[in-house]
């Protein structure tokens, strides 16, 4: 077998055009390098616009109405309304709607600090629904037979006690894992009701600037120590498909809604990176696409000049497999050498970037996934080769039969 194709391809090879074929290549590797460096920096670079928190979700916003100072003083509502919330959930972007139930009683907190030490204040609590807030359920509920209060504070109320309160009152300062563990005591009161319950602190968070419990916990709370009034939210989380959607922005805007903390920011920043990479992607596919009409041709220009060489082939008892098996091992090896050639240049490229993005604290991603994109894309344009080599080398033995 190796000897036929060995006495094929020096009759065939003749007519083979080397500029045609380096043309190709260069043409493929271009592109297939601009797609592989474009999936691999946009891997790498994401973390950068991420706030990653493992027990909250991401795509999320946090929306409270715009406070002006003629507002507040004419007690101007800063509560959404139910016709709020159905518009809100109505939007193509929206994918849910939660609300923010607040405490409606009075509690005190009592915080140990080392030995002999402890602080106390007043405080308050919110919830909002479970399904916004991914955690272990055996560190996330509440059971009124054996009251204990999970919550999930602000980081930021941990720099202000370490380098606050500690700081000025001698007391020690903590870690994220130390605060977890020192003991918490709240005295909820209201109603004609007085309890004592333990608290323990299960996460900290960097989008939530208040103190988080379950909704079940709050629920039983307002009922048993609150006033029993109905409250309307003033703030919202609000999941949505693309944080960075220039629709939302123009939805706020219109409706005079704030977004807490800088999510909008974050969330367009990493909306532009992913369009962005969207399109260089796009480009370096379509200069694929286009080098690899270049290298039919080129194919297609070969198989013509040598018709009457494939026919006699043919002819002399050789299988169509047989005679389309040099075209096909010189396209299969023609793209394996592009694509080593394209993981190199892009190993190459995220070196050079990888310095910079270092200072941001980012480690960068494997590149398993970029390899496999550059697998995916080469497999596809050597399959679409391969059969165009054998419906040609086809047709011909069909007409001479």
Request: charged share 20%.
């Amino acid at each position: 077998m190796k000897q036929t194709n060995n006495i094929i391809w020096k009759l065939l090879r003749q007519h083979i055009s080397k500029g045609q074929l380096i043309g190709f290549a260069i043409a493929n590797l271009i592109g297939l390098t601009i797609v592989l460096l474009a999936v691999q920096f946009y891997r790498d670079v994401r973390p950068v616009f991420n706030d990653e928190e493992s027990f909250i979700r991401k795509d999320y916003l946090l929306i409270t109405r715009a406070v002006t100072g003629a507002g507040a003083m004419m007690g101007n509502n800063s509560e959404f309304s139910d016709a709020d919330i159905s518009d809100l959930e109505a939007q193509p972007w929206c994918r849910q709607v939660g609300r923010f139930l607040n405490s409606d009683f009075a509690i005190d907190a009592r915080l140990g600090v080392g030995s002999g030490h402890a602080m106390r204040s007043q405080f308050f609590f919110e919830a909002i629904p479970d399904e916004f807030i991914d955690i272990d359920p055996d560190q996330w509920g509440f059971n009124p037979a054996k009251p204990d209060v999970p919550v999930i504070i602000s980081r930021d109320y941990l720099s202000l006690y370490n380098f606050g309160f500690a700081a000025t009152q001698g007391m020690p300062k903590i870690s994220e894992g130390q605060a977890e563990m020192i003991p918490l005591e709240f005295t909820l009161s209201g109603n004609g009701q007085r309890d004592v319950m333990p608290g323990r602190i299960v996460g900290f968070s960097n989008r939530l600037n208040t103190v988080i419990v379950p909704e079940e916990f709050m629920e039983w709370a307002n009922a048993r120590y609150g006033t029993g009034i109905k409250q309307q939210p003033q703030r919202l989380i609000v999941e949505v498909s693309s944080p960075g959607d220039v629709k939302i922005e123009q939805y706020m805007d219109e409706h005079h809604y704030e977004v807490a903390g800088d999510k909008m920011s974050t969330s367009k920043a990493n909306y532009f990176l992913t369009v962005i990479s969207g399109i260089v992607i796009a480009v370096g596919i379509i200069i694929s696409l286009l080098s690899f009409f270049v290298l039919m041709l080129s194919i297609y220009l070969l198989l013509q000049k040598n018709t009457r060489k494939l026919q006699d082939l043919l002819l002399l008892g050789y299988s169509p497999r047989e005679v389309s098996m040099p075209y096909i091992m010189l396209v299969v090896g023609l793209n394996a050498a592009v694509l080593v050639a394209a993981i190199v240049l892009m190993l190459l490229g995220r070196t050079t970037y990888m310095g910079m993005i270092h200072a941001f604290g980012v480690s960068g991603a494997g590149i398993g996934v970029a390899v496999l994109v550059g697998i995916l894309i080469m497999g596809a344009i050597t399959a679409g080769n391969i059969h165009a080599i054998r419906r040609k080398v086809n047709a011909l033995w069909l007409h001479e039969k």
